[in-house]
């Protein structure tokens, strides 16, 4: 990126933080806090990411169930969903993340608004809860008839010896028209969200991808999306644009997704990739063994959301598509450049910092720039060394002690099915033409330079940043939102977005903008202080005469 | 329809659990905690569950919730967390400086049998607490019971580590309220104040879960009761706890503990609830109820007389935490309302069952425990519609989809602000639950009024 921001004391900053660390503390959290810096052919300085919680120190992270329930698998709403273990992990994975699912008919299956657990209790704990997973099922299979049935482990489940596995197994030879399948999600795997990913990836590939050769959507330029979740309705908005531009959606991994989707998503001709942390397994997988290319697109921003249509049209070659594609573009981005200008005539110049958990943090500095705001500071909480410097380091990631245990499981190409939509040579000539497969250049080599890019930021951290460097917005999640906004600094949740959206494709970036442009220009923060607050010594002088 | 795969007809259940009316132990033990000055809650397990509580406090409060965790890996959960603990301790004292960090447990930690006791006598003895400074815990294992017993087993523990009896009572009155708002523990120390009575509440998340704004984060806000009045209510004169289910076990242990006299009245919700809290106060510490307390009472009633046309007879269904729902069916009863469910999914126990469904009169249908869900609770009110629903946010579902008005109470409440603020507790608590309800009937009334039946003076 061209654009140079001087953060003028970054280095000096980075020391105060760690100076309050204990001395092994500190020399971990240098590598997690990085001072950016751009050089030749997009290289970025070494970060260290996907390493252990430090204890105590107030982490924004979450578990591998949330990675994997809660985001993966919750968004599909035909699978019914059941959490093995207490009470807590269903009730709280229930609803609260903003998957939207829209069934096409007042009939058709919609298990989004259930949340269905085993609620173990101490006699499972101790004598073994598979009996009562299994008599859920059947509990579950006479109410609802479902197709399909994911079981979620948590915490307990792993150590007492339960196997959601061999449970599974069982149901679906007491059941042989369901599939029925077990995802080892145990909160303590890995050492955030992100072993979710990967558990869930591994099981709706090896469960799920690949059953169904038959079931079909109209429509000539079929692909998928992967990592899209549709919250607040993003997915509504890509497919209206694909849809307009003469695409065809065949499955979104997992925004309102179906169970006859996921199973038939093998027969289209690309994946695309929106959010790369949580499903970039799957992609490379179904590369691997169907032959469909993927390569990744953003859909957040106006301008992001032009050069991911143009690259998808490209990628079919079709004049027509690539003509209605620049016709739609060109169609939008009449109102977006109108809302645009005016909003940024009132952000231009203000700062933000982002930390947003695996992908977004990226995505979002594009629709804030449009809008001229710089970032001062980024990070994810979970995300990867790829994710921050670029899939080119992906050889020398060393996967550690905490993450081992995560399955990575080994792809062949399909006897039968595997059909690579673009033969060696044709892949070639488009990468040597600039087309770019199975990339993704992460983070970092987009954001300003000497900018601090901050992996798994805490509590302290967030705190020190406001005090130094008062950013104007803060985009971070539920739990840094008040702590960010007693201080009177707006911020925008962007894992929620506050209950609003959609904040992609064309229509999200109006809505964005508008939102942030409310955020820092609304009164409400200008009452922050009493009036009697900011000139005490009146309060003495004055007299009643 | 948003709950469009729920029959009509009940088929009972006895290991699903379908839309809980319940959550875990632990976000009950981190709200109590939150209700001692400069404390930090701490969660002894996997860092998600941590995530989730605080979000779970933050949705509802719409405010920050503070709290840390011992982030287990794998293997910790497999060799015991007792290092996370202690590094845990290093790091919170170093950078967050809490008087007291209080621990509770998870599932996890609960089943690897982590022994917090000698974790924390051995930090005491690496001197890894610093003086002045305390680490206590509650037992709160996610399979047992709910977020109301997490709630209970942290109340349980302030009067195990601190509530202390020198031999010397003080002149004051202990009050334990059960899992309730800030609110409401305003509202009840507005009472003692009022009635001019030396009192000690604990917890008390007022000033810390409904702090002002004003410019500044505040790590520990300025409620919360300290420390030294929690030890002092172990020379109290008298105890009265709120609550059964929230505050049993504390309040038997304070009796045992320290020879506390206690008592456990119920949350003094509505009119006769208020009533007996009040007297109980009164005869305890030998004062007279003043005017301004008999005024509020008098306030409530009047309206209530004034307007019983519009509630006389409605039928009320009712979900949420066994205290309040107690307090709730009581106060419909006096407002002449008819109870017909009552559900919790927090096994409240056979004496809770027995005494709610005396309360509620003997056609009302009352559940509690695992099956006691809101799938349930759906079907009992296709089964018989209710005029109106007492529930927390996940009630919203069915009251949409069957057209039926919704009081949020209880927890959580995700979608509406206000139970932050205005109480339901007391007097005041009660006249602002009528004009909810008032509102309610009579927002209906006009919604379906024919034009000519339609009424400007209701």
Known sequence: ?545 | MLLRHTPKEVVERSALTINPAKTCQPVGAMYAALGIHKCLPHSHGSQGCCAYHRSALTRHYAEPIMASTSSFTEGASVFGGQSNMLESINNIFALYDPDIIAVNTTCLSEVIGDDLNQIINRAIADNKIPKGKTVMYASTPSFKGSHVTGYANMLTAMVQNFATNTGKKNKSITLLPSFVEPSDMSEIKHIAAEMGIDYIMYPDTSGVVNAPMDGKFHMYPKGGTPREKIIASGDSRYALALGRVGTFQAAQLLDSKCKVKTEILDLPIGISATDAFIDKLRTTSGVTVPESITVERGQLVDVLCDKAQYVYGKKISLMGDPDILFGLVQFCKDAGMEVIHVITGTPAGAKWDRRIKELAGPNAIVKSGAQADLFYFHQLLQNTKPDLIFGNTYCKYIARDMDIPLIRTGFPIYDRIGHSYFPITGYRGGLHLLVKILDVFMDRQDRDASEEKFELVM
């Open chain 1, 1 to 545: 990126m061209a654009e140079v921001y001087e953060l003028p004391d970054t280095a000096e900053f980075k020391a105060e933080i760690l100076e309050r660390y204990p001395p092994k503390l500190a020399k971990k959290r240098a590598k997690q806090i990085i001072i950016n810096k751009i050089e030749n052919d997009d290289d970025v300085p070494e970060i260290l990411a996907n390493t252990r919680t430090i204890p105590g120190i107030i982490t924004m992270r979450g578990c591998a169930y949330a990675g994997c329930k809660g985001v993966v698998l919750g968004p599909t709403r035909d699978i019914l969903q059941i959490t093995h273990g207490p009470i807590g992990c269903g009730f709280y994975s229930w609803l609260t993340r903003r998957n939207q699912t829209k069934p096409t008919t007042e009939s058709d299956v919609n298990y989004m608004t259930y949340a269905m657990s085993t609620d173990l209790q101490e006699e499972e704990i101790i004598f073994g809860g598979e009996k009562k997973l299994r008599a859920a099922i059947d509990e579950a299979v006479a109410l609802f008839h479902p197709r399909a049935i994911g079981i979620f482990a948590t915490c307990p489940v792993g150590l007492i010896g339960d196997d959601v596995h061999a449970v599974a197994r069982a149901m679906e030879e007491k059941y042989p028209d369901i599939n029925i399948f077990g995802f080892s999600c145990e909160g303590y795997k890995g050492v955030s969200q992100s072993a979710g990913h990967h558990v869930a990836n591994n099981k709706v590939f090896t469960d799920v991808v690949g059953l169904n050769d038959t079931f079909s959507k109209p429509g000539k330029f079929k692909f998928n999306i992967l990592g899209e979740y549709n919250i607040g309705g993003d997915a509504f908005e890509i497919e209206r644009i694909v849809a307009d531009c003469g695409l065809s959606l065949h499955s979104t991994f997992s925004g309102n997704s179906t169970y006859d989707e996921f199973s038939s998503a093998h027969t289209v001709d690309l994946n695309v990739v929106m959010c790369h942390r949580s499903i970039n397994y799957l992609a490379e997988m179904m590369e691997k063994k169907y032959g469909i290319p993927w390569f990744k697109v953003n859909f957040v921003g106006a301008e992001a959301t032009s050069k991911s249509l143009r690259k998808i049209a490209q990628f079919y070659e079709d004049a027509d598509l690539l003509k209605k594609t620049e016709e739609v573009i060109e169609r939008e981005l009449v109102e977006v450049e109108k809302v645009r200008l005016d909003v940024k005539s009132r952000c231009e110049g203000k700062t933000a910092v982002l930390y947003v958990g695996g992908s977004r943090a990226h995505h979002y500095q594009e629709l804030l720039r449009e809008i001229g705001i710089t970032i001062l500071s980024a990070g994810y909480e979970f995300a990867h060394r790829d994710d921050y410097e670029g899939r080119k380091v992906m050889p020398s990631i060393i996967v550690d002690a905490d993450s081992r245990n995560i399955e990575e499981l080994k792809v062949e190409a399909d006897a039968v099915r595997y059909k690579p939509r673009l033969s060696e040579e044709k892949k070639a000539s488009m990468e040597a033409d600039g087309f770019a497969f199975s990339d993704y250049n992460g983070l970092m080599t987009e954001m300003p330079e000497s900018s601090l890019v901050i992996d798994d930021c805490n509590h302290y951290e967030l705190e020190e940043l406001l005090d130094r460097y008062h950013p104007d917005l803060v985009c971070a999640g539920i739990k840094e939102k008040y702590v960010v906004q007693k201080r009177g600094i707006p911020m925008k949740q962007l894992h929620s977005y506050d209950y609003m959206g959609p904040f992609a494709g064309y229509k999200g970036a109006i809505n964005f903008y508008k939102e942030i442009d409310r955020l820092l220009n609304c009164s409400a923060f200008k009452f922050t202080k009493a009036p009697w607050d900011e000139s005490p010594e009146l309060s003495a002088t004055y007299a009643f005469n």
